[in-house]
């Protein structure tokens, strides 16, 4: 079955870098966009960042821009959110999640929404 | 950006109710809407994608419909354990981008 764990959060002062993996299983890795999507204590779902499973393509939430990271390891089957400068808006549980792909008679496309996610990492930024 | 915004807020309903959750894109984004069911201390779960579409294992208690800037998830004969926030969250256009949210609580 699919799977994705995400590991590495924790407590990190503001300025301070953090990188977050997400380890995926059960299916091709390597025929999936992947995306980090995070959810600051008590409030709604903010996308964070996306990558194609070639990494031929990264985009980043306006929010992250400039300071965040986003890569994949296909021999590894994980994905990783490299943070720097965190701030404490940047507080969240970040959870990885499979692109939700349309896939035709030719090929298949990236839709931007989430079919799996992952169970989440918490990230503190606090002095 | 686009938008989304859930009506209402949150819910009271009783075991045994239908409740219909509404949300409204601030432009047109065809069926490109997806719904999530978060409960408390757990990743959001995948229901339904392209607005009526339900995800594989989902059941057909959960309904979805709409299409341009309307949307609805109707879920039927409320179970205990549908008591949870969903979300919607469209793909039609970058960045995707979510709703606020629904909280659905026991009456």
């Known amino acids: 079955q699919v799977q994705l764990v995400e590991s590495g959060g924790g407590v990190v002062q503001p300025g301070r870098s953090l990188r977050l993996s997400c380890a995926a299983s059960g299916f091709t890795f390597s025929s999936y966009a992947i995306h980090w999507v995070r959810q600051a204590p008590g409030k709604g779902l903010e996308w964070v960042a996306v990558?194609?499973?070639?990494?031929?393509?990264?985009f980043y939430a306006d929010s992250v821009k400039g300071r965040f990271t986003i890569s994949g390891d296909n021999s590894k089957n994980t994905l990783y959110l490299q943070m720097n400068s965190l701030r404490p808006e940047d507080a969240a549980v970040y959870y990885c999640?499979?692109?939700?792909?349309?896939?035709?008679?030719?090929?298949?496309?990236?839709?931007?929404?989430?079919?799996?996610w992952g169970q989440g990492t918490l990230v503190t930024v606090s002095s | 950006d686009i938008q989304m915004t859930q009506s209402p807020s949150s819910l009271s309903a009783s075991v045994g109710d239908r409740v219909t959750i509404t949300c409204r894109a601030s432009q047109g984004i065809s069926n490109y809407l997806a719904w999530f069911q978060q409960k408390p201390g757990k990743a959001p779960k995948s229901l339904i994608y392209a607005a009526s579409s339900l995800q594989s294992g989902v059941p057909s208690k959960f309904s979805g419909s709409g299409s341009g800037t309307d949307f609805t998830l109707t879920i039927t004969t409320l179970q205990p354990e549908d008591f949870a926030i969903y979300y919607c969250q469209q793909y039609n256009s970058y960045p995707p981008t979510f709703g606020q949210g629904t909280r659905v609580e026991i009456k």
């Open positions: 990558t194609s499973y070639d990494g031929s393509y990264k």
């Open positions: 999640a499979r692109d939700l792909r349309f896939c035709s008679s030719i090929s298949c496309y990236p839709m931007y929404s989430f079919d799996y």
